[in-house]
């Protein structure tokens, strides 16, 4: 059984930075996808950003120009580097991946207020 621990959520002013990190409880080498999804106060959960097979990385257009999405296989963990955050961007964020089946993290809250 696969976990996806996320971590790296906290309070930032607009403008600011944060960087999640989803780390597995084994190797992520056949996750794919593999990505972040985000869902906010009365609103359906939405894809972030992921990276499926061939390296091919995937972004909605909120995330373009101001989020990275990465993986490190060897230290079985991904990160989503999210710069120039806005307010619209506070939600609950959580991994994702799949293999021979779907997997989630528990979410780690980002919240963007001054």
């Known amino acids: 059984q696969v976990q996806l621990v996320e971590s790296g959520g906290g309070l930032v002013q607009p403008g600011g930075s944060l960087r999640l990190s989803c780390a597995a409880s084994?190797?992520?080498?056949?996750?794919?996808?593999m990505g972040w999804y985000r869902q906010a106060p009365g609103k359906e959960r939405e894809l972030v950003a992921q990276i499926v097979s061939g390296g091919f990385i995937d972004y909605a257009d909120s995330a373009k120009g101001r989020f990275t999405i990465s993986r490190d296989n060897a230290k079985n963990t991904m990160y989503l580097q999210m710069n120039s955050l806005k307010p619209e961007d506070t939600a609950v964020y959580y991994c994702?991946?799949?293999?021979?089946?779907?997997?989630w993290g528990q979410g780690t809250q980002v919240t963007v207020s001054s």
């Open positions: 994702y991946a799949f293999t021979t089946k779907d997997y």
């Open positions: 084994g190797s992520i080498f056949n996750f794919n996808p």
